[in-house]
């Protein structure tokens, strides 16, 4: 089965991250919109991502409710929590829950490119065990 090339981004409003979405289309990278938790879900029922950029904070959830999901599921995928806030307390509450990284806004495409190559690099390693 071929790698998947999508990168879900549950994102509350999609416009604003300009930076995140021509890193990964740089990288070949096709995103997928959810703009809820129940978008989100549906997504990850009839999709393989690559990887997925979570917002803290959705209309009908958190991060915390995808990074338990993640956790309990078969394909687990590199999960990044974005935030507007640096508050020491969600970056711990999110690393503590398995998120891949935590980065706030604004991120630089530097950024996002290593952090993008790292999740790949550790998925498919995975993949490869």
Known sequence: MPESRHV?????DKDGHGVLVS???GKGLDPIYAST?????SVLKREPVAMMFCEDQLEDGTFRDILSENARGEGQVPVVVCSSSDDQRLYLDAMWLGAFDFIAYPYSPREIDWIVNC???RAKAA???
């Open 119 to 121: 999740a790949l690099s």
């Open 23 to 25: 890193t990964l289309a």
């Open 37 to 41: 938790l129940t978008e989100a879900r």
């Open 8 to 12: 879900l981004l549950a994102l509350s």
């Open 127 to 129: 993949g490869a065990a």
